[in-house]
């Protein structure tokens, strides 16, 4: 949601910028002129007062910036050689990422290439200033919605049983909730599946397993991984919505396509702290390693330093699995214990279980 009305103004058109002069705007604090050609305008820069105003990646005619500054606006200039817009209004979508036949000249890894290139001032502004830009589309695209979690492997394969369970249980949360993964492959690319044609009739969503379990892994080869997906999507397209909240950080990861809203970051902290806190419905861990052990504890530590009202249920489906193979439930236990978050705390053995528990716990909240 753009900000049209009130103290912070979004401007991306000339036309736009134009309308509001000529409705008699002169005090232009709080505007956000985003990549503009001003060059034809400075009279009217002249005479309106441009304190508190922003104008990020636009263009000026010469001398105009510098009289800007020096009467009190920010101005942001435009970055040479960025693959991505810094200044972006919105969160990415499947087809905007890949938009090109071969992936190597998609929007995805050219912007993954341009990230591990030379380190310099501009390179390192740029990232800065388009992951802010992600953060405010992010929080816009949050606000109406109830954001429920789901963290799993990137290494689960299309056809295993594993990856069946996350689109299941995707299609399962899916009925109450907007699902939320990390928008890469294996479970996260399951769970957006899952909630993505959760509207459609089950054989359609076994239809699917089936026709992506003919490219089991973007090894090696990303294209085909995600082309086959993209088919998918062409003969079901499933309207309901999901996030995926991806990083370039991770470049060998590509994202998947069946998040129907793409937050992707170039700083894995920051997308890191962010994935956690936006799922105020809860989290399901599913069976995963280093990542997802790191979101477990990301999750809990939310959960531990939380009041009464703000601590949301953490679900971990697999008790062999939590507790012998990667052992965290064992520690994730004891810090809960005797605190609030205690009974949020949840081990189960099926998916099933962990949807049921996603949902009795976000209609009691709902109902008191």
């Known amino acids: 949601m753009r900000h049209t009305r009130g103290r912070v103004v979004e401007i991306e058109t000339l036309a736009e910028f134009d309308h509001r002069l000529a409705r008699g705007a002169r005090t232009l604090s709080g505007w956000w002129v985003k990549a503009v050609d001003l060059s034809g305008r400075s009279a009217e820069l002249a005479r309106c007062d441009v304190a508190g105003a922003s104008f990020l990646g636009c263009t000026f005619a010469e001398g105009d910036a510098e009289r800007v500054e020096a009467r009190g606006g920010t101005v942001f200039p435009t970055i040479r050689g960025v693959p991505v817009d810094p200044f972006r209004s919105s969160l990415y979508t499947a087809t905007e990422l890949y938009d090109a036949a071969s992936y190597p000249d998609t929007l995805d890894a050219r912007a993954y290439a341009w990230s591990k290139g030379p380190v310099d001032q501009e390179s390192l502004l740029a990232q800065a200033l388009h992951d802010h830009a992600i953060d405010q589309a992010l929080v816009d695209w949050v606000r109406p919605r109830h954001l429920v ?45 899952g909630a993505r044609l959760s509207r459609r009739p089950v054989e359609e969503h076994d239809a699917a397993l089936a026709a992506l379990a003919e490219v089991p892994s973007y090894h090696p080869s990303v294209g085909a991984w995600a082309q086959v997906a993209l088919d998918v999507l062409e003969r079901l397209p499933g309207r309901t919505e999901s996030l995926g909240i991806p990083t370039w950080h991770y470049g060998h990861e590509p994202p998947n396509v069946f998040a129907t809203a793409i937050a992707k970051y170039f700083r894995n902290a920051t997308r890191e702290a962010i994935l956690v806190e936006v799922c105020d419905a809860g989290i399901v861990f599913l ?82």
Request: with cysteine.
């Open 149 to 193: 979690g789901v963290m799993g492997g990137h290494q689960v394969q299309r056809g295993e049983p594993a990856y069946a369970d996350a689109a299941r249980l995707g299609r399962l949360l899916a009925a109450a909730h907007v699902v939320t993964t990390g928008g890469g492959p294996g479970a996260m690319e399951a769970a957006n599946l």
């Open 287 to 368: 069976p995963g390693v280093g990542g997802t052990v790191q979101e477990v504890f990301q999750d809990g530590c939310e959960n531990f330093y939380a009041d009464e009202s703000s601590v949301a249920p953490m679900v971990l489906v697999g008790r062999t699995y939590w507790t012998e193979t990667v052992p965290a439930w064992p520690l994730l236990s004891s810090l809960a214990r005797g605190r609030v978050m205690e009974s949020h705390v949840h081990l189960v053995d099926t998916i099933e279980e962990a949807a049921d528990l996603i949902e009795n716990t976000t209609r009691g909240a709902h109902e008191n």
